[in-house]
């Protein structure tokens, strides 16, 4: 007998489909149940708070998600039996401040919350390290590298007496502090007496920070991290194959596209090596996708074919299509147009032996997208549309194709429509389709300086409850898009 599934697991396997209004709407329900139940500034009610802002601070609303915690730190703080609840409550509301740039309110958030554990666990307990971590991450931020640096050694001499596992996290941030200070001292102590299970997760708690400081001094991390984990574990153990890989992404962030060709050459040597085919595969796909970024077009091209042949062997037209697809837009780039037209086409045809519809629409997209700019505006008309029905309607390749699929109705063959008024059409959709059908009389949304305004006119008064789901619905839709913004696709 297997147990029903929670709000917030529901709501956060939603979050990993990119569904994130959907994701919303069953917390913001769960609150409301837990309100009638138990009360505002109940036990629960904070609780649901809480969930309520991880699901918001995951789906790219730090704003509310803020509010939340903030709410939930009300309901408990002068309770003794719930002041372990309120000291997670707080310690979320410090790193969503720090999220959002606003440094001074989290510092004294993650401040008051280290006090409060201080007192409530006591100085050696690795409850009170769990405080101290994000105020070192606080201060490496701010630049204050000297006081990061006392807090973290701290924080990881609490951990490691305590044997505690989430050392591993602690590692990983003073390595980068460290790197910061640049004193040419060791990034990591001697990590002889971690056992190897202890040793990944070091690694993966510093890809984990991907993103989060300074890219030249992540990847000087990553680096001294690539020998630990050779001489430790290997140069084929999937540890170290991920830091390398992770290294290639950031080589790709920081513009080192050779250090990212490098990277990856690695990699790959790896995965043939221990015959790992569909690893070996995709790790080809992005030393193409490399060695095109940096120029090697001619490299590109035979790295491609020999990325098909390695999908050949493999069987699946998944995985063809996908290979056939990346090679032809590389074949078009080069000026290639009648063997970019052949791969295109037959990118399509193995999408439609396989039983992936996203892998379809993506290729149905690239090839319209061809023919439309070849003027071939019946037969891009056809390939759009059976792509877009195969598509989610926000995944990025079918807000491409819906756009250039508006240039063809108008006759154009090129231009490829007009992505802003694609993206604000969806947009509107996205608001209208979760609000009564009688309140909203007019939505008008546009892109003003790289950002969404909204002009909302009602066809009546609104209920208290309304009110607030159209705000979250509009700051839903703000999370959904604004990424279509930014996305390269949309920039080209």
Same mark, same amino acid.
């Given at each position: 007998?297997?147990?029903?599934?929670?709000?917030?697991?529901?709501?956060?396997?939603?979050?990993?489909?990119?569904?994130?209004?959907?994701?919303?709407?069953?917390?913001?329900?769960?609150?409301?149940?837990?309100?009638?139940?138990?009360?505002?500034?109940?036990?629960?009610?904070?609780?649901?708070?809480?969930?309520?802002?991880?699901?918001?601070?995951?789906?790219?609303?730090?704003?509310?998600?803020?509010? $939340?915690?903030?709410?939930?730190?009300?309901?408990?703080?002068?309770?003794?039996?719930?002041?372990?609840?309120?000291?997670?409550?707080?310690?979320?509301?410090?790193?969503?401040?720090?999220?959002?740039?606003?440094?001074?309110?989290?510092?004294?958030?993650?401040?008051?919350?280290?006090?409060?554990?201080?007192?409530?666990?006591?100085?050696?307990?690795?409850?009170?390290?769990?405080?101290?971590?994000?105020?070192?991450?606080?201060?490496?931020?701010?630049?204050?590298?000297?006081?990061?640096?006392?807090?973290?050694?701290?924080?990881?001499?609490?951990?490691?007496?305590?044997?505690?596992?989430?050392?591993?996290?602690?590692?990983?941030?003073?390595?980068?502090?460290? !790197?910061?200070?640049?004193?040419?001292?060791?990034?990591?102590?001697?990590?002889?007496?971690?056992?190897?299970?202890?040793?990944?997760?070091?690694?993966?708690?510093?890809?984990?920070?991907?993103?989060?400081?300074?890219?030249?001094?992540?990847?000087?991390?990553?680096?001294?991290?690539?020998?630990?984990?050779?001489?430790?574990?290997?140069?084929?153990?999937?540890?170290?194959?991920?830091?390398?890989?992770?290294?290639?992404?950031?080589?790709?962030?920081?513009?080192?596209?050779?250090?990212?060709?490098?990277?990856?050459?690695?990699?790959?040597?790896?995965?043939?090596?221990?015959?790992?085919?569909?690893?070996?595969?995709?790790?080809?796909?992005?030393?193409?996708?490399?060695?095109?970024?940096?120029?090697?077009?001619?490299?590109?091209?035979?790295?491609?074919?020999?990325?098909?042949?390695?999908?050949?062997?493999?069987?699946?037209?998944?995985?063809?299509?996908?290979?056939?697809?990346?090679?032809?837009?590389?074949?078009?780039?080069?000026?290639?147009?009648?063997?970019?037209?052949?791969?295109?086409?037959?990118?399509?045809?193995?999408?439609?032996?396989?039983?992936?519809?996203?892998?379809?629409?993506?290729?149905?997209?690239?090839?319209?997208?061809?023919?439309?700019?070849?003027?071939?505006?019946?037969?891009?008309?056809?390939?759009?549309?059976?792509?877009?029905?195969?598509?989610?309607?926000?995944?990025?390749?079918?807000?491409?194709?819906?756009?250039?699929?508006?240039?063809?109705?108008?006759?154009?063959? $090129?231009?490829?429509?007009?992505?802003?008024?694609?993206?604000?059409? !969806?947009?509107?959709?996205?608001?209208?389709?979760?609000?009564?059908?009688?309140?909203?009389?007019?939505?008008?949304?546009?892109?003003?300086?790289?950002?969404?305004?909204?002009?909302?006119?009602?066809?009546?008064?609104?209920?208290?409850?309304?009110?607030?789901?159209?705000?979250?619905?509009?700051?839903?839709?703000?999370?959904?898009?604004?990424?279509?913004?930014?996305?390269?696709?949309?920039?080209?």
């Amino acid at each position: 007998m297997t147990s029903s599934t929670s709000p917030i697991e529901a709501a956060f396997a939603l979050l990993q489909q990119g569904r994130l209004a959907q994701a919303e709407e069953i917390m913001a329900r769960e609150l409301q149940a837990v309100t009638a139940t138990h009360g505002h500034g109940s036990q629960a009610w904070a609780s649901a708070q809480c969930d309520l802002g991880n699901v918001l601070l995951n789906a790219d609303q730090v704003g509310r998600a803020i509010e $939340c915690y903030r709410q939930a730190t009300t309901a408990s703080a002068d309770d003794p039996q719930l002041r372990k609840d309120h000291l997670t409550y707080r310690l979320n509301l410090g790193l969503a401040l720090r999220m959002a740039g606003r440094l001074d309110e989290s510092e004294e958030e993650l401040r008051r919350g280290a006090q409060d554990r201080m007192a409530f666990y006591g100085r050696e307990h690795p409850g009170y390290a769990f405080g101290l971590e994000p105020l070192a991450e606080l201060l490496l931020q701010r630049g204050d590298l000297r006081r990061a640096r006392q807090v973290v050694e701290e924080t990881v001499d609490n951990f490691w007496r305590n044997g505690h596992p989430h050392v591993t996290s602690a590692l990983a941030l003073r390595a980068e502090i460290v !790197a910061a200070e640049a004193t040419g001292e060791p990034l990591f102590p001697p990590l002889d007496q971690l056992p190897d299970q202890l040793i990944e997760q070091v690694a993966q708690s510093v890809q984990s920070r991907h993103g989060q400081g300074d890219p030249e001094i992540f990847a000087a991390v990553l680096k001294v991290l690539v020998r630990t984990l050779e001489a430790r574990l290997g140069e084929d153990h999937q540890a170290t194959l991920n830091v390398l890989s992770m290294l290639a992404n950031s080589g790709r962030d920081r513009g080192d596209q050779a250090g990212r060709v490098d990277a990856i050459q690695r990699v790959l040597a790896s995965y043939d090596r221990q015959g790992l085919a569909e690893q070996a595969l995709m790790a080809a796909l992005g030393l193409a996708m490399a060695q095109s970024e940096v120029g090697d077009e001619d490299g590109a091209l035979r790295t491609y074919a020999s990325a098909y042949a390695r999908a050949e062997r493999i069987g699946s037209p998944e995985l063809a299509s996908q290979v056939l697809r990346n090679w032809g837009l590389a074949l078009r780039e080069a000026g290639q147009t009648h063997l970019a037209e052949q791969r295109l086409g037959e990118a399509v045809a193995q999408a439609r032996r396989g039983r992936d519809g996203e892998t379809l629409g993506r290729a149905d997209v690239a090839f319209g997208l061809f023919l439309q700019h070849e003027g071939r505006l019946e037969q891009a008309r056809t390939v759009l549309e059976e792509g877009l029905s195969a598509l989610d309607p926000v995944h990025p390749d079918a807000m491409v194709g819906r756009s250039h699929l508006g240039a063809v109705m108008d006759g154009r063959s $090129c231009g490829c429509g007009d992505m802003q008024t694609t993206i604000t059409d !969806a947009f509107r959709d996205f608001v209208a389709g979760r609000m009564p059908a009688d309140l909203l009389a007019r939505l008008d949304v546009a892109i003003v300086d790289g950002d969404f305004k909204i002009d909302v006119e009602l066809r009546r008064e609104p209920t208290q409850d309304e009110l607030e789901r159209l705000n979250g619905v509009v700051q839903s839709a703000h999370a959904e898009f604004r990424r279509r913004l930014t996305s390269p696709r949309y920039a080209g």
